[in-house]
């Protein structure tokens, strides 16, 4: 009578060299993984404080520093946001974010706020940059 060998889901025998040869494997996986992060920027771009209600200074949303804010004036007469990398645009906003709807800024001013701290993420490396309602209310943006 022939023994039978356990074998895997894919029906790769579990003894013998295969199976000894697995947790080296793993091993080198996971050196490998570990060494694989580089070293972190020294100093990341400042991001407003969504808590405090702090603004980003100017030169964050610079287009020297790779991103800036273009508003424009909606139809409506509500204004929206763009924001820029390099002359070319990165994020269309016409309405406010996060709201349900697709009503505008009320003033100049809201969209420039909220396209500075858009602008900030992006610099920053969030993705996807997105704009929480409690950040709206800390800039002062009424929807």
């Known amino acids: 009578m022939k023994r039978k060998t356990r074998t895997n889901f894919?029906?790769?025998p579990l003894a013998g060299r295969h199976f000894a040869r697995l947790p080296k494997a793993l091993l080198?996986?996971?050196a490998?993984?570990?060494?694989?992060?580089?070293?972190?920027?020294?100093?990341?771009?400042p991001v407003a404080d969504s808590l405090r209600g702090d603004s980003l200074p100017?030169?964050?949303?610079?287009?020297?520093?790779?991103?800036?804010?273009?508003?424009?004036?909606?139809?409506?007469?509500?204004?929206?946001?763009s924001v820029t990398r390099q002359g070319r645009e990165v994020v269309n906003q016409p309405h406010i974010p996060?709201?349900?709807?697709?009503?505008g800024f009320a003033s100049r001013e809201q969209a420039q706020?909220?396209?500075?701290?858009?602008?900030?993420k992006l610099e920053a490396g969030i993705m996807p940059p997105t704009v929480t309602v409690p950040e709206l209310d800390s800039l002062g943006v009424s929807y």
């Open 28 to 30: 080198l996986a996971a």
């Open 113 to 120: 706020g909220v396209g500075e701290l858009m602008a900030g």
């Open 58 to 81: 100017a030169a964050a949303a610079s287009p020297a520093e790779g991103y800036g804010v273009e508003l424009f004036m909606n139809a409506d007469g509500s204004w929206g946001y």
């Open 10 to 12: 894919a029906g790769i």
């Open 98 to 103: 996060a709201i349900a709807g697709q009503k």
């Open 32 to 45: 490998l993984a570990a060494g694989c992060s580089g070293p972190r920027p020294a100093e990341e771009p």
